[in-house]
């Protein structure tokens, strides 16, 4: 069906998934060029009739979490629902591309996911089918897809749908209730933590308590599932404060001129803090040039829009608009936010010079030491010699036209996101 136009509007892009329930297709609308899912069930498949129930349920729920259906489409053969595309990747997706979770985003994950099912409890919905691959990340932001097992409470379940290893036991006797849901977030929980994480031990407890097998011994409900998760956040949130102090570390990187190299030292930067900061770092992009939409097409490819925020290796890579991007990333309690400027400019002079660390990217070849000069105007009153670290990329150190702090050459790295021994040990120089 691939570049078909269906039912004269909807021009497919490409099949996302296929299974039992049919298949699922990513489609853009002729006339808005907006992104639509649109997924197929076919009649004479099984439970037809259960999984078209899908389209009853989203059609009674209005949550930005949540798809919500546009349209509803039938031919002889098969029924079609249209779907908001929530962007972003699975959760599956994401912990394959990252390597550790720090507990504060797998709490702030885990605490959007219990207020998305609470939700679904108040307007007497059960989900029944919690799992990575029905959670949706879009940078820090959390939805639910995919609502075909879900169940009005007061209905009485013939069939019951479900995931081995997520489903809670009472699920597969049509004895589910909302503590059926509790059992599946803590399974999601379970999945973010893996078996790696040192730090997750208070998590790893109410984890442990969400999959008893009784449901009498899980929380009572979402909302006192929580609540718990509220206070871990809070306890987690002081510690990190006390450790670091009030504010987050501010890291300010910009180039002297174009192709410095300074979004690369960025991606550096960002993936040494988050090995070893315990807080979640931000990285923010202020040059106006979308500069870290490379990695995310890297990532995704180039078939989706690149968003205003995604994450990768425990990093949020941000576009902003002006100081109110890093003020937005100081108050979510990122422990460190590391800045490119790009090329500077007088409009961020104060945000580079408030910094707690800078670095300054350009190569020493003749036709660049005017691009170095230019720099003392563009910062005057700052003592570069105290405070700004050359990173040099290419021609003879000794040729820097001004003294500043510290001199070091950019090294060859292979990979910005998988850095070596020796990349390491230079970033410690840095520093």
């Known amino acids: 069906m691939e570049e078909e136009l269906l039912f004269g509007k909807y021009r497919i892009l490409k099949l996302l998934a296929n299974g039992s329930g049919g298949e699922v297709f990513l489609a853009e609308h002729k006339v808005l060029g907006e992104r639509r899912i649109i997924k197929r069930l076919s009649k ?35 029924f079609y629902m249209i779907e908001e595309d929530m962007g972003g990747e699975t959760l599956n997706e994401f912990l394959i591309r990252q390597k550790c979770l720090p507990t504060s985003l797998i709490s702030h994950y885990s605490i959007q996911l219990c207020e998305i099912i609470e939700y679904l409890h108040q307007n007497g919905i059960l989900y029944l089918d919690v799992k990575p691959d029905n959670i949706m990340i879009c940078g820090e932001k959390l939805s639910l897809i995919d609502f075909g097992s879900a169940f009005q409470k007061k209905e009485r379940q013939h069939v019951v749908f479900g995931t081995d290893g997520y489903a809670a036991p009472e699920q597969y006797s049509g004895k589910a209730e909302e503590r059926s849901d509790v059992y599946g977030i803590g399974s999601v929980i379970g999945v973010m ?38 206070r871990f956040c809070g306890r987690t949130q002081k510690r990190a404060k006390k450790s670091r102090g009030s504010y987050p570390r501010y890291v300010g990187v910009t180039g002297v001129h174009e192709g410095a190299e300074s979004a690369a030292l960025c ?91 800078r670095f300054v990217l350009g190569s020493l070849y003749p036709w660049r030491l005017q691009d170095w000069r230019n720099l003392l105007k563009l910062l005057p009153g700052m003592d570069l010699q105290r405070e700004i ?19 070091i050459e950019l090294p060859f790295v292979r990979d910005v996101l998988y850095t070596d021994r020796k990349t390491e040990r230079w970033i410690h120089a840095l520093f």
Request: overall charge negative.
């Open 44 to 78: 004479n498949r099984p439970f037809y009739l259960e999984r078209l129930k899908e389209a009853h349920t989203l059609k009674l729920l209005h949550h930005a979490a949540i798809p919500c259906i546009f349209d509803i489409e039938e031919d002889e053969s098969a």
């Open 193 to 230: 933590l893996g078996v790696g994480n040192k730090e997750g031990t208070e998590l790893r407890k109410i984890y442990e308590r969400c999959v008893q097998p009784i449901p009498e011994r899980r929380y009572p409900d979402v909302s006192a599932l929580k609540e718990d998760l509220q």
């Open 267 to 357: 991606t550096l930067l960002a993936g040494h803090f988050s090995e070893r900061e315990k807080g979640r770092v931000a990285c923010i992009d202020l040059s106006g040039h979308m500069i870290f939409g490379w990695l995310y097409e890297s990532l995704f490819g180039t078939g989706k829009p690149v968003p205003e925020e995604f994450s990768l290796h425990g990093v949020s890579y941000v576009t902003g608009e002006g100081s109110s991007a890093i003020g937005n990333c100081a108050v979510r309690g990122f422990s460190v936010i590391v800045i490119h400027f790009g090329v500077l400019s007088g409009r961020f002079r104060d945000e580079f010079f408030r910094c707690d660390s």
């Open 389 to 407: 670290t050359a990173v040099i990329t290419g021609g003879e150190k000794e040729m820097l036209p001004l003294r500043v702090h510290k001199v």
